[in-house]
């Protein structure tokens, strides 16, 4: 049994029933249903289950399907629940933050990660880092793949500071708030910058430094 269907057999055990199936372009919905007594309410549950590991895409498509299907009102409240293999936690709660307005909507929906030992294997070990490095900074400086698409589909593709299209090749990612002062590697504390203005932006900073 895998950590997907042990998830599931969980969820039954609480009473859900599972009502329909829908393939989405980079994974799959299940539905649940919980019936609360004759009169009781009804209560919803979607689980998403992303195709391979999870992505940004695919992290994406299910938090706007979700949005989607709680928008139309049916009558009885739901919940989410996004099960992801080798999922960026941090990644998702910044999609989820930048993605769903609504905070009550956006408190209903989890994150379930696979516990699967073998999949975890690969993973670099967390003693690598020394452990000095741990505290205010992130020891990850530099942004990840995942969270430069992401930035830059949240700035359509343009510079934050003067907007002007971005070139991919020589597009340049920088922390809003510094890392050196504590600014975290997260997509919320990112923008791009086109190498102009992440010239000048610098060039403030260290200003900002030299007057202290
Ligand atoms: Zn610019």
């Keep these: 049994m895998d950590a997907f269907e042990k998830l599931v057999l969980k969820y039954e055990k609480q009473g859900y029933k599972r009502e329909n199936k829908k393939s989405l372009k980079y994974g799959v919905r299940y539905f649940f249903r919980l019936r609360k007594g ?14 391979a590991n999870s992505s ?8 706007t399907d979700y949005e989607k299907y709680c928008d139309e009102d049916d009558g009885y409240p739901k919940k989410g629940l996004f099960f992801c293999y080798d999922c960026d936690e941090k990644l998702f709660k910044d999609l989820k933050l930048a993605m769903i307005r609504d905070k009550d909507l956006r408190n209903t929906i989890k994150l379930a990660v696979s516990t699967d030992k073998d999949k975890s294997k690969n993973r670099p070990s967390k003693a690598i ?31 934050a500071e003067c907007h002007k299209k971005l070139d991919p090749r020589t597009v340049e990612f920088d922390h809003k708030e510094p890392w050196a002062s504590g600014g975290r590697t ?15 932006i610098s060039h403030r900073h260290r200003l900002k430094q030299v007057d202290k």
């Design 38 to 51: 004759l009169l009781g309410w009804d209560q919803g549950a979607y689980i998403y289950s992303p195709n």
């Design 56 to 63: 940004t895409e695919s992290m994406r498509e299910f938090l």
């Design 129 to 159: 880092t020394p452990k000095e490095n741990r505290g205010q900074r992130d020891i990850r400086r530099a942004f990840a793949q995942t969270q430069k698409n992401e930035i830059l589909f949240q700035q359509d593709g343009k510079c």
């Design 186 to 200: 997260v997509t919320i504390n990112g923008r791009a910058l086109c190498v102009g203005c992440h010239k000048i």
